[in-house]
């Protein structure tokens, strides 16, 4: 696992990261690690359609910080084990998968961050194991509950959401994602963006994770376990400080759904990007950095 040349992407500059493979409620997940083994841990959460790249500039300065990092390809996701049938991504395994990621390490808890997919599993494992979580970090996606409310009761979002419902028809869905060389998720990312957010190296790196066979199917099925095997945590209300970054621009999610989120939040606390988008960690990295490392250590 440690030659890069057959991997999608190189590990991050700067400290000594390691790949391993890791076996979890029942599936092995590629897991990039760098830092002190003993350090406060941080479990870094990619989006669709990413992998652990995304979370690539975050490395350094979180274990020049004295953190312990982990940002694992998610199940389903580039060379992470790819389970068969829609069940396999039910929200509270892809949830589970995480607490025994963070007891890998020999830990019980640990400092979560997620973007995207990553933030509605960070959200759902908040609530379904809080005693995992000491600190959350949400960018980009609405607690559960308000995510649910809003696409029944608001029509704009609902439009917005147009591609969730088009995932569940399986097999059209997965031919057309893959169709000219990805380009469903090429043009997601770089038109949903803020120009030159995305070069073609990251795309090219992207390519080669979607390519993994099984992958798309894989990805899919966690917008189809949703609708067919929704599972409400037990709770609503999140006990663990909380911060929640979002960028206003976001083309897939009105930024109505921000504040509604801290609101289900114990200790909540919300930043607003008004000019970036959906993509927030790879448009704002200095910033994002600041405010989760400034939130960490509050």
Known sequence: MSHDIEASAPLPEGPAAERSVREVNG????????????????????GFPEFWYEWREYVEPFVDAGYRVLVPDQRGYNRSEKPDGVRAYRISDLSRDVVELIGSEGR?????????????????LSLRHPDAVDRLGIVNVPHPTVFENTLRSNLTQLRKSWYMFFFQLSGVADWYVRRNEYDFMVTAMAEGSKPGTFDEVDFERYRRAWAE?????AMVNWYRALFRHNEDPPRETV??????????????LIPEMAPRSVDYCEDGRLERFPDA???????????VTASLLEHLER
């Open 213 to 217: 066979p099984g992958a798309v199917s």
């Open 108 to 124: 019980e808890r640990a400092h979560v961050v997620g973007h995207d997919w990553g933030a509605a599993v960070a959200w759902d």
């Open 277 to 287: 988008t959906h993509w927030l960690p790879h448009e704002a990295t200095d910033r």
């Open 239 to 252: 006990a663990a400080p909380t911060l929640v970054l979002w960028g206003e621009n976001d083309q897939a």
């Open 27 to 46: 599936v092995s997940l590629h897991v990039v690690a760098a830092g002190e083994p003993d350090a406060p841990l941080v479990v870094f959460l990619h």
